[in-house]
């Protein structure tokens, strides 16, 4: 159903209310989202980000309007519209973006697979009791799923695989697990994009801590420091090892010679004392 104009008039001012309030921005997934999931996802961003959805076309020619009133067409917000495919809707903020995705994967509902949809991720069947009975083998057979017959009923041997990441769930594969109870899926906000303060990355960016780029970092200085050192080279990386190799030589210096210093008086008396000349033997008379 068309919204009226009234309702036109107000999305248009509050999108451009959102574009000018925030600086942040989730562009999310919202297939398999039911209404009743909206509602719990937009009490559990108050206060922190706000949901707002509606049909493609109309964002498009929201933002259009707005960056055709500013006179502004670079404005950074006009970079999400190529990404504006599919059942999206945004999520704006100001706040920690990790932290606002952390309570949309929150709200996530487990749901069966159904046929024909697309599975998210592996599906297994696990080994053990499946409550059938014996004659239902065939249908077991027909999946390819390993079984026999134990206290009376079908028991699977070893965990099978249902359904592949990416593939439609077939009318057998539903089945199969409608009727060993198992729901598979959790359906959710997914994030396909995050856009701050005009620049756009993978959400998988988030995953990143400070640990791991501390990480990642310091490998990269292992690698400098070792090309410095093979090439007789002095960096900022490589200079504690080249002050380290100079002390060391300096240390072996002091302990075969009579030169000292007071760092190598601890290395010196560490040492053994040295072995007692032996005694020369008595002359004959």
Same mark, same amino acid.
């Given at each position: @159903?068309?919204?009226?104009?009234?309702?036109?008039?107000?999305?248009? !001012?509050?999108?451009?209310?959102?574009?000018?309030?925030?600086?942040?921005?989730?562009?999310?997934?919202?297939?398999?989202?039911?209404?009743?999931?909206?509602?719990?996802?937009?009490?559990?961003?108050?206060?922190?980000?706000?949901?707002? @959805?509606?049909?493609?076309? *109309?964002?498009?020619?929201?933002?259009?309007?707005?960056?055709?009133?500013?006179?502004?067409?670079?404005?950074?917000?006009?970079?999400?519209?190529?990404? *504006?495919?599919?059942?999206?809707?945004?999520?704006?903020?100001?706040?920690?973006?990790?932290?606002?995705?952390?309570?949309?994967?929150?709200?996530?509902?487990?749901?069966?697979?159904?046929?024909?949809?697309?599975?998210?991720?592996?599906?297994?069947?696990?080994?053990?009791?499946?409550?059938?009975?014996?004659?239902?083998?065939?249908?077991?057979?027909?999946?390819?799923?390993?079984?026999?017959?134990?206290?009376?009923?079908?028991?699977?041997?070893?965990? #099978?695989?249902?359904?592949?990441?990416?593939?439609?769930?077939?009318? !057998?594969?539903?089945?199969?697990?409608?009727? *060993?109870?198992?729901?598979?899926?959790?359906?959710?906000?997914?994030?396909?994009?995050?856009?701050?303060?005009?620049? *756009?990355?993978?959400?998988?960016?988030?995953?990143?801590?400070?640990?791991?780029?501390?990480?990642?970092? @310091?490998?990269?200085?292992? #690698?400098?420091?070792?090309?410095?050192?093979?090439?007789?080279?002095?960096?900022?990386?490589?200079?504690?090892?080249?002050?380290?190799?100079?002390?060391?030589?300096? #240390?072996?210096?002091?302990?075969?010679?009579?030169?000292?210093?007071?760092?190598?008086?601890?290395?010196?008396?560490?040492?053994?004392?040295?072995?007692?000349? /032996?005694?020369?033997? /008595?002359?004959?008379?």
């Amino acid at each position: @159903m068309p919204l009226s104009p009234e309702r036109k008039e107000w999305y248009f !001012s509050k999108l451009r209310e959102c574009i000018e309030s925030y600086n942040k921005l989730f562009l999310v997934n919202v297939d398999n989202v039911g209404s009743n999931q909206i509602q719990q996802i937009r009490q559990g961003l108050r206060g922190t980000a706000e949901l707002l @959805m509606g049909k493609n076309t *109309m964002i498009r020619k929201c933002i259009r309007d707005f960056l055709a009133e500013e006179g502004n067409e670079e404005h950074p917000i006009a970079n999400i519209l190529p990404k *504006m495919v599919g059942n999206v809707a945004f999520v704006w903020t100001n706040g920690d973006l990790a932290q606002v995705r952390t309570i949309l994967e929150e709200n996530r509902v487990p749901a069966p697979a159904r046929v024909g949809s697309i599975a998210p991720c592996d599906v297994y069947c696990p080994a053990g009791g499946t409550g059938c009975d014996p004659g239902q083998t065939s249908f077991f057979q027909a999946l390819n799923i390993p079984t026999k017959i134990s206290k009376g009923q079908i028991e699977i041997i070893s965990p #099978v695989l249902v359904c592949k990441t990416g593939e439609k769930v077939g009318n !057998s594969e539903a089945v199969l697990l409608q009727r *060993m109870d198992i729901r598979p899926f959790s359906y959710g906000l997914v994030v396909a994009v995050v856009y701050d303060n005009g620049n *756009m990355y993978d959400p998988a960016v988030l995953d990143l801590t400070d640990e791991i780029l501390t990480e990642k970092f @310091m490998a990269g200085v292992k #690698v400098v420091a070792a090309i410095a050192r093979l090439n007789g080279w002095v960096t900022l990386a490589s200079l504690p090892h080249t002050i380290g190799d100079a002390f060391n030589n300096c #240390v072996a210096v002091a302990l075969v010679g009579s030169f000292s210093f007071e760092q190598a008086n601890a290395y010196k008396s560490a040492l053994p004392a040295p072995p007692a000349p /032996a005694a020369e033997p /008595a002359a004959e008379e």
